[in-house]
């Protein structure tokens, strides 16, 4: 069974929920990077201090701030027995990719399944504006699509390349969408 998951794809596609119900479904460890800095930041800790004070001057956390917080959790679980994980949200370029590849080999848990999530585009944006939110407006969401096009798409090739990415139709039902992962992992 594939333990050490990466999901990639486009804002919309699915891949928080598709996470969460696989995390829970192989009793794996979630990664998704924004709730790992809330997580910190609301126990206190050191790291969690840090980011707080990036997050309140309005700027990105960095790279290497994240990769310490993803270490932290990763050697947590690591030491209370081990167990799978699956990682949301990052890497979201090729420099992330780079050095998320160098820390999971220095603790030996590679990657074994890069899950990269397919949608149209027009899809996309009708899930996105379905949601609601008030930043959600078709500009918006189009650039965003654009953003993730420009980071992402070297990623694609990168796990590609390292024979690891397999695609995902993300069209559908929330539980064929799950289906269709679960394929991908016996």
């Known amino acids: 069974m594939t333990q050490r998951l990466l999901f990639l794809g486009p804002p919309g596609a699915g891949k928080g929920t598709q996470a969460q119900r696989l995390a829970a479904a192989q009793g794996l460890l979630h990664l998704s990077t924004g709730d790992l800095l ?6 206190g800790s050191a790291l969690g201090q840090e980011a707080e004070a990036v997050m309140a001057r309005g700027e990105l956390v960095s790279d290497a701030l994240v990769l310490a917080i993803v270490r932290s959790r990763l050697e947590q679980q690591q030491a209370a027995g081990g167990g799978g994980w699956l990682l949301d949200g990052f890497p979201r370029n090729l420099a992330q990719a780079e050095a998320l590849g160098q820390l999971l080999d220095e603790l030996g848990q590679p990657i074994q399944l890069v899950v990269l999530m397919e949608l149209d585009d027009a899809v996309l944006i009708e899930r996105l504006l ?4 008030a930043d959600d407006n078709e500009a918006v969401i189009r650039h965003r699509l654009e953003v993730y096009r420009e980071q992402t798409a ?3 090739a990168y796990y590609r390349e390292r024979q690891l990415l397999q695609a995902v139709e993300a069209a559908g039902t929330v539980e ?3 289906a269709r992962i679960a394929a991908l992992l016996t």
């Open 176 to 178: 064929a969408i799950e």
């Open 154 to 156: 070297p990623l694609i």
């Open 130 to 133: 379905s949601r609601g939110r």
């Open 38 to 43: 809330r997580a910190e930041v609301q126990a």
